[in-house]
């Protein structure tokens, strides 16, 4: 399935950034036991790239992202290691324009309307509506007003739970990133992701 199918169904997408090979491919095994099929590797180190490298044979059935990436060239890198999307914290035209040519579905982060509009223009995929926890739900609701199409992912702030992940579902979010908190219990990761699945594909699809 396409990767916006893919979130479409299934409303969410886990991200986390990787300590090690081993760690990486324990909460990935976890993540798709649940029922994940999408997932982001955040950048945020020096050798996130091997990580990355070494983990994604080991899924080959899971649309494995990297995140964080403010680069044509680390952009590039991350598509020669396997990456099936790219993300940023904001939108980077160098980086908008290597997944255009490469290409790869490009999320670009975004806190403003004109944010989101910039994206929409640069060919983004979808857009990263960042940071949630500042903006809220009310900003997802509002801007359904000027921008009807626009496809938002919601990252930061969102809690691993039903109250919180269909607040920003019933504001007309595509989907939710879950970070750090969604992994902070790693013997609890399978069931709480298992059971957001269950919550998210009762609902339907709202987006």
Not at 7 to 27: A, C, H
Not at 64 to 79: K, N, Q, R, V, Y
Not at 145 to 152: I, K, Y
Request: with cysteine; hydrophobic share 45%.
């Amino acid at each position: 399935m396409k990767l916006l199918d893919i979130l479409r169904q299934d409303r969410m997408l886990p991200l986390f950034t990787p300590t090690s090979v081993e760690d990486g491919i324990q909460k990935l095994t976890s993540l798709q036991a649940a029922g994940i099929r999408a997932a982001e590797l955040t950048h945020r180190s020096a050798g996130t790239l091997e990580i990355f490298r070494e983990v994604r044979p080991h899924f080959p059935g899971l649309q494995l992202g990297a995140g964080t990436i403010f680069s044509a060239e680390d952009a590039h890198a991350f598509a020669d290691a396997g990456a099936a999307f790219i993300v940023s914290p904001c939108l980077v035209p160098a980086v908008a324009q290597a997944c255009l040519d490469l290409p790869l579905p490009y999320f670009p982060g975004a806190g403003a309307v004109r944010e989101v509009w910039e994206a929409q223009q640069a060919g983004a995929a979808a857009v990263k509506l960042f940071p949630g926890e500042v903006l809220g739900p009310a900003f997802v609701r509002a801007l359904r007003g000027p921008l009807p199409n626009a496809l938002v992912l919601v990252s930061g702030g969102v809690q691993p739970t039903r109250q919180s992940v269909g607040e920003w579902l019933d504001a007309g979010a595509m989907a939710v990133g879950l970070g750090s908190k969604l992994f902070a219990d790693p013997d609890g990761l399978e069931g709480t992701v298992a059971d957001l699945l269950q919550f998210v594909h009762e609902r339907g699809q709202n987006a």
